[in-house]
């Protein structure tokens, strides 16, 4: 079973390695050419890869995870890191999905608000105050970690639901959905690597609040990246202001 589990462990770094390259060529190639596709299409596979490992591996181990009473700061340490990865896990999936879903559906977003679509943009904001709910109980050693990602999925399920419906009438809403939801899906790439790759590269032995740095610098620099980026799209096919044109007429 530790075989097992160490394959699917290597096999999520791989993943993790080519999905970390081919992010950059999409960001930075035309949009909608063929580099952009190719590339896109070999993140997307990678990510996808990464996800199915990293959860047959967690899965692996729910059976040690069981049978652990709890009863020392280590074994709750096992419990919050579990419960964190598994939460990572669906976020960034249901972010993955709705950011490739959104191409199929140009023409008209809303055909999206069906149920399963509703459902999982729940499920993210579920996720995250079950988590927030469990640091606040627990008080887990890494707690504060818990608290600095746990908004992300109440963000991502609110801003599913409100694409879907396509609340602000954006022209361009499906853009603006799948240049966030990959490029978070990316900071999701960047932060395993910055927590992972990084520290065994560098040896890096950080400790005390110092520690949740890697987890969360990914995150500080992507988000503005993201508002900033969408914002130059949204001014570019006039959807900027349209929200507000719409609510004085």
Do not use: C
């Not at 599913?160 to 853009?175: C, D, G, P, Q, V």
């Amino acid at each position: 079973m530790q075989m097992l589990q160490s394959l699917f462990i290597w096999l999520h770094v791989l993943a993790g390695f080519i999905g970390l390259t081919a992010f950059w060529i999409p960001v930075f190639t035309r949009k909608g050419g063929k580099n952009h596709r190719l590339y896109g299409k070999i993140f997307k596979y990678s990510a996808y890869t990464l996800l199915a490992a990293a959860a047959i591996a967690l899965i692996i181990r729910t059976p040690e995870f069981v049978a652990t009473d709890f009863s020392n700061e280590n074994e709750v340490m096992f419990l919050s890191f579990y419960l964190f990865i598994t939460y990572l896990l669906l976020v960034v999936y249901i972010g993955l999905r709705h950011g490739f879903l959104v191409l199929e559906h140009k023409r008209d977003i809303t055909e999206l608000d069906n149920g399963l679509n509703n459902t999982l943009a729940y499920v993210s904001m579920a996720a995250s105050v079950m988590l927030i709910a469990y640091a606040i109980i627990v008080s887990p050693g890494n707690q504060l970690l818990l608290y600095a990602l746990s908004p992300i999925g109440v963000a991502s399920g609110l801003d599913i639901k409100t694409a879907i419906r396509n609340k602000h009438n954006y022209k361009k809403t499906w853009l603006y959905e799948h240049l966030g939801a990959l490029l978070g899906t990316g900071i999701a790439f960047h932060t395993a690597f910055a927590v992972f790759g990084a520290g065994q590269l560098f040896n890096l032995n950080l400790s005390g609040s110092v520690q949740v740095l890697p987890w969360i610098a990914p995150v500080l620099i992507g988000m503005p990246a993201i508002m900033i980026w969408t914002r130059i799209y949204k001014q570019r096919y006039g959807d900027l202001n349209r929200t507000a044109a719409l609510n004085e007429s």
